[in-house]
């Protein structure tokens, strides 16, 4: 029987090695995997390279990864905010790598490499600072970008709930970078407020089919099959 | 004269998105433009994080953590309305989905080139979200901003002296003491603030303009 729940945090993370690409989903904290990040940090894994939209807030979360000296470079759009001064500090030291990326381009190439798209051309940063060095090309009379996938050795993201063959849905703005992240990583590890059984999920409603998932975590250990469910109306 | 207070230019911006535009307000004074779509107008309101069909700030106490928008404040979604990945939400943008965007600045060229990401100040940690995708997918792309800086030098400029975020993508500025659009035969003005004239909007401005008179549009 195929089974993805794995019954802790700490096993869901236990091989993430030194130097690994870790996604962590979440856009500010909607969709953060705070736990499976708690977990991280206490598994001792460094030299890691992160990708996320931002680059911590406060003292919790990616912002506690940061503060542990785990992370050797980040790749997201915005680390700057009001509360990023775990980050601001580090990069300002030369601590920590930054590549910064635009939100759009961010997205599309890591949906690249969960599709296996070896590059693309896109409009976005075309003539700016991001764009520097890079290859463009002039197609259809509009200049374009050449952007290469991102990939990952492990992706951490949050939903609200899945199933022992990992298919997920999530809650609202939650999604955020959820979906495409469990395409890119070789290893994509998703925390779920409930796990529930197989056929609870609408067939017609699963955003995140579970081949793209290896692992399941239940956060709040609420695990509820006792039996697959034979059909939902 | 009479500068167009923040409210007045968002009120001005309003009146330019019609019923079933597909519109993104950038952070930050283009929020303001949502509080003056009157309410039997549907705009559907975008929100890059994953969202169309946002709703106002919910009641104090009402607020639901996974549901945020861009400038991660609790919003919340009209009925009917949607939730969807950072792909797909970037793809209805770069990809020509969206009707108009309303983005701050802090410099337009006379040709259209926005700057509003960065200061490049040697100090300053560059942050870019999607300032870029949004400059270079809307169809038309509305930047709302003060017409000069606290110094009083022209927002509006021959050349942004700013790192760019897009190349000629504004189509119309909106400020406290005009509304000018950005056309092939140069800065069009199209109505100024009450009580200021032509002439002293063109001494402020430092960009050569083009009057109403000079409209080809009657």
């Given amino acids: 029987m195929i089974d993805k729940i794995v019954a802790s945090l700490a096993a869901a993370v236990a091989d993430v090695h030194d ?20 977990a991280l940090i206490d598994q001792g894994a460094r030299d890691l390279t992160i990708v996320n939209n931002n680059a911590g807030n406060g003292e919790v979360g990616l912002a506690a990864l940061l503060k542990a000296r785990r992370v050797r470079k980040v790749i997201c759009s ?34 690249a490499a969960g599709a296996g798209i070896g590059g693309f051309f896109t ?25 290469y996938p991102i990939r990952a050795d492990f992706a951490l993201i949050k939903a609200l ?43 017609e409603a699963i955003i995140t089919p579970g081949i793209f998932v290896q692992r399941v975590v239940a956060v709040n250990a609420t695990r509820a099959d006792s039996g697959d469910h034979q059909a939902v109306a | 004269m009479n500068r167009r207070s923040r409210d007045q230019i ?3 911006v309003a009146r330019d998105i019609p019923e079933g535009a597909y519109v993104n307000l950038g ?34 106490g009402e607020e639901d953590p996974d549901l945020i928008n861009a400038g991660k404040q609790p919003v919340t979604l009209l009925t009917g309305g949607a939730y969807f990945h950072h792909a797909d939400s970037f793809a209805m943008m770069r990809g020509g989905h969206l009707d108009i ?25 560059p942050a870019v979200g999607g300032a870029m995708d949004l400059a270079i997918g809307a169809r038309k792309v509305f930047v709302m901003m003060e017409h000069l800086t606290k110094g009083g030098e022209s927002k509006i400029v021959e050349r942004c002296s700013y790192p760019l975020t897009g190349i000629g993508c504004v189509h119309r500025i909106y ?37 109403v008179s000079e409209s080809v549009v009657a």
């Fill in chain 2, 101 to 125: 965007c309303v983005l701050g600045a802090f410099q337009v060229s006379a040709t259209g080139d926005l700057a509003n990401w960065h200061t490049g100040g040697p100090d300053a940690i």
């Fill in chain 2, 27 to 60: 952070i930050g004074l283009p929020t303001l433009v949502a509080n003056h779509l009157p309410r039997e107008r549907e705009v559907f309101l975008h929100s890059e994080n994953g969202l169309l069909g946002m709703g106002p700030a919910p009641a104090p």
């Fill in chain 1, 78 to 111: 915005f680390p700057r905010q009001t509360d990023s001064y775990v980050f601001d500090a580090l990069y300002r030291s030369g601590e920590v790598e930054l590549e910064l990326v635009p939100q759009g381009n961010l997205a599309e190439r890591i949906r």
């Fill in chain 1, 19 to 38: 130097g690994a690409t870790v996604m962590i989903g979440g856009f500010g904290p909607a969709g953060q995997p705070a736990e499976l990040i708690d």
């Fill in chain 1, 123 to 147: 409009p976005t940063g075309h003539g700016t600072l991001l764009a520097e060095g890079k290859e463009t090309r002039v197609i259809d009379g509009r200049a374009y970008v050449l952007e």
């Fill in chain 2, 10 to 12: 968002a009120a001005r």
């Fill in chain 2, 175 to 211: 400020t406290d003491l005009a509304v000018i659009d950005v056309t092939p035969r140069g800065l069009q003005v199209i109505d100024v603030a009450d009580g200021l004239g032509f002439d002293e909007l063109q001494r402020l401005t430092g960009v050569r303009l083009l009057a």
């Fill in chain 1, 161 to 203: 709930a899945g199933d022992r063959w990992g298919n997920l849905i999530y809650r609202k703005t939650g999604r955020n970078f959820g979906p495409i992240m469990a395409m890119a990583a070789k290893c994509a590890i998703a925390q779920v407020q409930r796990t529930v059984s197989l056929g609870e999920l609408d067939p």
